[in-house]
C-alpha cells in the first residue's frame, strides 16, 4: 500500500522502530512542534532534515521517505553493498601495519635481552680483584 502522504510514512516510521515521538523528532534532527507539523499534515520537511534521517538511517528506503514510492525498506542486497563500499578499515593495510608493530615488538625483546645478558656478565671494574702483590702489603 502507498503512502502518499509524508504524515502517514511518519507514522509507519514511529511504529516500525517503536520510539516515542521525540526520539523520531531527534532522528531527523528537528524539534517536536516541527514534526507535530509533519504529523498534521500542515508542512513537510526539508529535503535536508529527510537526507539528514535516511543518512542516519540506510535501512529505511530513501526514495520511499520522499514520495512514498516502493518500499519502506531497503533490500538486503542493496544494504550490504552499501555496507561493502563503506569498508570502516584496509585489510591489506591492517596487515602491514601489524607486521611493522610485530617487528618492533621483536626488536625491542632483543633488546631487552641484550641488556639482561649484559647485567648477569660479571664486570671487572665493578669489583676489586686481589692480586699477590696486594696481599703481600699487609
Known amino acids: 500500500?502507498?503512502?502518499s502522504?509524508?504524515?502517514e510514512r511518519?507514522?509507519?516510521?514511529?511504529?516500525?522502530?517503536?520510539?516515542?515521538?521525540e526520539d523520531l523528532a531527534k532522528d531527523f534532527d528537528t524539534s517536536g512542534s516541527t514534526l507535530s507539523s509533519w504529523r498534521s499534515g500542515r508542512t513537510n520537511p526539508t529535503f535536508g532534515l529527510v537526507s539528514f534521517f535516511a543518512k542516519k538511517h540506510p535501512e529505511i528506503n530513501a526514495k520511499w521517505l520522499l514520495t512514498?514510492?516502493?518500499e519502506m525498506l531497503e533490500t538486503s542486497?542493496?544494504?550490504i553493498k552499501e555496507l561493502n563500499e563503506t569498508k570502516l578499515i584496509d585489510e591489506t593495510e591492517l596487515k602491514k601495519e601489524i607486521?611493522?608493530?610485530w617487528g618492533k615488538l621483536q626488536q625491542i625483546e632483543n633488546q631487552l635481552e641484550s641488556i639482561k645478558e649484559r647485567q648477569e656478565e660479571p664486570s671487572t671494574?665493578?669489583?676489586p680483584t686481589l692480586s699477590r702483590s696486594n696481599t703481600n702489603k699487609f
Open 1 to 3: 500500500m502507498k503512502l
Open 5 to 7: 502522504k509524508f504524515s
Open 10 to 21: 511518519l507514522v509507519a516510521l514511529q511504529q516500525f522502530y517503536k520510539i516515542k515521538w
Open 68 to 70: 512514498g514510492d516502493g
Open 77 to 79: 542486497q542493496e544494504i
Open 99 to 101: 607486521q611493522k608493530i
Open 125 to 127: 671494574t665493578d669489583s
